[in-house]
């Protein structure tokens, strides 16, 4: 940390301190500490001492120094948000939601990207510590042993200690998704594994196949897709799906790793030839903002990514600030949202013939409230 | 601050000095490189970082911050944060702060304008020693040096980071024009956008010079009556629904933003239209989504990550007295041109499924 320069010390309007204000006004700095934060002790203060006191504050630009509060009560108010990535719509959402609820409670946060640098992740910790942070949140970041600080992970699966734990319910998302598939009489479907890197990866895999034994769906080997990488574009989805087509191994559905994947697979069937939910039905994994928007609408597992961020912050918080007790993990539940892309299988004839007057009747609705 | 913890109470200056037998001004010297440890020798100075080491000795930030006037932390104000926008403006920031050391602290204000005065003020008590704000409209001086990401305003102190929008708005009609658009119809940004005003000019003043006539049967206010909309694809949904509704013949769309032109494809696709074989659809930002939609979206992009990058750098100058205060620093646009912008359609729109059809164009593109 270099001295900022004279001149751009000059240049800052300074504010004045506790001291200036009570020589201003002819009182112990303790009596003017008293009443401007309104402690107990204010109380014997006489009303027009405080008016005078508060106005010869204003006056002076009175600032009450953070750090030196900070120094005194061992409280910062602050905590550090550790992400992989904070550009993506997972991450953002997520902060979003730990900022929503951080405000509520008067904290504040840092946030810091490692972008899957590992050794950048452990010099975050110190340095986030040395900057008197409260505790972590960690978003889609696997941790290399126990933090220093009270810890919540976002996505996090490994069991550590201090760490509370924020998990999808994954076999309740893998159950409604297989589910929908097996209703709709689908029983060759393709799997997309995730990469390694990605929390999630090994959790939802496991509990695929867990559900998929008491549904009774045979994982065939040849219909598994490994995800290389961790690429947040719908590049992610197209190499793999492409290469399952090639392979000819039939199948009627694909239930994506994520949204993104799925995007990327639906672009490399629609660009073999195959329709999407006439062919092969997809189900994605998130609801991004734009699976709604896509061609067709993407039917997904939804994760409340926002309120995910929110319940992380207020288990953070209570563990900062009320000793509430270690919790190793809060388990959310995912939400199942049926859109276009998945339909029974082999109604190719009934679904090409029937697909203009569909799109006819839902223009219809649609256009219905605006039109009248 | 560790200390509330069981564990680990962080290891003060006092007790390495205690442990090595010395003053704590010398060790503080040592430690800190200042130029009084010149006098103290090789041996002992090795010892001390020794000690400091084996303590696990961690320098107490906020004291030091306290002493030296710096917190190498600034505060970014946003409109939204979990937004395609916010979120790779501030991946920018911090792209760039994690280079110089810098830390930033967020504040979400979501439109709500009278947090914005209590937002920069509860940042500068933590000793921010700048801000940025993204989509913010500041309307008056800030104590502090202040870099705008679309800033529209000239507010003294503040630098302004703009996408020029007159080339934008050029490349985006002209490109039009070219595939022989000529009944084009716009979606207007909300007034609490902060880029909404200075886009609407520059449309008006191209359109002038291109000659295009703006029709306002074609425009549609994206206002949210409780004035903070977020452009989300659903929040822009009712408002495509609306122009498609007015049964005006338009054979192109400029959308004031990505979420607002991949919500109306979804409405012209489902109302039967074909992208871009009836209808025309340009957005505008480029953000991840753009890609992901069938047809993918032809658009201006602005470089998001590399605006918060330079805003970062702007404000860090600014904060070490380098450089020159300047007002504004114009982005370069690039114009994207992907599969939801052909040639305007010459063909009547089918008139067995138009006819029955409430809010379908009228058969002919012609005024």
């Not at chain 1, 219909?223 to 290469?243: R, W």
Request: hydrophobic share 40%; proline share 6%.
């Amino acid at each position: 940390m270099k001295p900022r320069s004279k001149k751009a010390d000059r240049a800052r309007k300074p504010s004045a301190t506790l001291k200036a204000v009570a020589e201003r006004v002819n009182l112990t700095p303790s009596t003017v500490s008293h009443v401007l934060t309104d402690s107990p002790a204010a109380r014997s203060v006489p009303q027009k001492t405080k008016d005078r006191i508060l106005a010869a504050a204003r006056r002076l630009n009175y600032q009450p120094n953070f750090f030196a509060r900070s120094l005194k009560v061992k409280r910062s108010h602050t905590i550090g948000v550790i992400a992989v990535e904070i550009g993506d719509a997972y991450s953002s959402l997520v902060i979003g939601g730990i900022e929503r609820y951080l405000r509520k409670r008067d904290f504040f946060f840092l946030t810091v990207a490692h972008r899957h640098d590992k050794k950048l992740l452990a010099t975050y910790e110190s340095m986030l510590q040395q900057r008197g942070v409260e505790g972590f949140i960690t978003v889609d970041t696997a941790l290399n042993g126990q933090p220093p600080l009270p810890t919540v992970a976002i996505a996090g699966h490994r069991r550590i200690n201090r760490v509370t734990n924020i998990v999808l319910d994954h076999r309740r998302a893998a159950w409604l998704a297989l589910n929908h598939l097996v209703d709709q009489g689908h029983e060759k479907i393709a799997f997309m594994k995730g990469s390694p890197a990605s929390s999630d990866s090994e959790e939802r895999w496991n509990a695929i196949c867990e559900v998929s034994e008491k549904l009774r769906i045979r994982i065939r080997p040849e219909l598994i897709l490994q995800l290389e990488g961790t690429d947040p574009t719908p590049n992610l989805g197209y190499p793999a799906a492409k290469q399952l087509v090639a392979s000819q191994h039939p199948f009627t559905a694909l239930f994506a790793y994520n949204d993104i994947s799925a995007i990327g697979s639906i672009r490399a069937f629609q660009q073999a030839g195959l329709g999407v939910p006439e062919d092969v039905s997809v189900v994605g994994f998130d609801d991004i903002q734009s699976a709604a928007y896509l061609s067709p609408p993407l039917t997904t597992v939804r994760q409340p990514l926002q309120e995910m961020g929110e319940i992380a912050a207020r288990a953070l918080l209570d563990r900062i600030e009320k000793q509430a007790k270690h919790v190793a993990e809060i388990s959310i539940a995912p939400e199942f949202v049926v859109r276009d892309s998945t339909a029974p299988p082999h109604h190719r004839r009934a679904m090409v013939s029937s697909a203009e007057s569909d799109a006819a009747q839902r223009g219809r609705d649609l256009l219905q409230p605006a039109s009248g | 601050m560790a200390n509330r913890n069981k564990h680990n109470p962080p290891v003060t200056l006092k007790a390495v000095a205690k442990h090595l037998g010395l003053t704590p001004g010398t060790v503080s010297s040592v430690l800190n490189n200042s130029p009084a440890c010149r006098s103290v020798p090789g041996h002992t100075r090795n010892r001390i970082f020794a000690a400091a080491r084996e303590l696990d000795y961690k320098p107490n930030f906020l004291a030091r911050a306290l002493r030296v006037k710096r917190t190498n932390t600034i505060g970014v104000i946003a409109a939204e944060i979990g937004d395609p926008y916010g979120s790779l403006v501030i991946s920018g920031i911090e792209r760039y702060l994690r280079e110089k050391d810098f830390f930033y602290l967020t504040m979400v204000h979501r439109h709500e304008n009278e947090l914005l005065e209590c937002y920069s003020r509860l940042l500068l008590e933590r000793g921010v020693e700048g801000l940025i704000t993204i989509d913010t409209s500041i309307a008056r001086p800030l104590p502090l040096p202040a870099v705008a990401v679309a800033g529209r305003r000239t507010v003294e102190g503040v630098t302004n980071i703009i996408i020029d929008h007159r080339t934008a708005v050029l490349d985006a009609l002209q490109h039009l024009i070219e595939l022989g658009h000529r009944d084009i119809a716009f979606m207007k940004g909300p007034e609490t956008s902060s880029d909404a005003e200075d886009r609407w000019n520059c449309i008006l003043g191209v359109a002038r010079e291109l000659d295009i006539c703006i029709r306002p049967e074609l425009i549609v206010e994206m206002d949210d009556p409780e004035g903070r909309a977020v452009l989300t694809p659903e929040n822009s949904y009712p408002f495509a629904m609306e122009l498609l509704g007015r049964r005006r013949p338009f054979t192109a769309l400029f959308a004031y933003n990505d979420n607002s032109a991949i919500a109306a494809v979804r409405v012209f696709q489902d109302a039967g239209l074909r992208v871009p074989k009836d209808v025309s659809v340009i957005g505008f930002d480029d953000i991840q989504a753009a890609t992901y939609t069938s047809p993918t979206l032809t658009t201006v992009r602005q470089p998001l990550k590399k605006m918060g990058e330079i805003a970062a750098s702007t404000l860090l100058d600014r904060i070490a007295d380098r450089g020159e205060y300047v007002r504004e620093i114009a982005i370069e646009p690039q114009f994207v041109v992907r599969q939801s912008t052909g040639p305007a359609r010459t063909h009547r729109l089918r008139p067995t499924r138009s006819r029955s059809r409430p809010g379908r164009f009228p058969a002919s593109s012609a005024p």
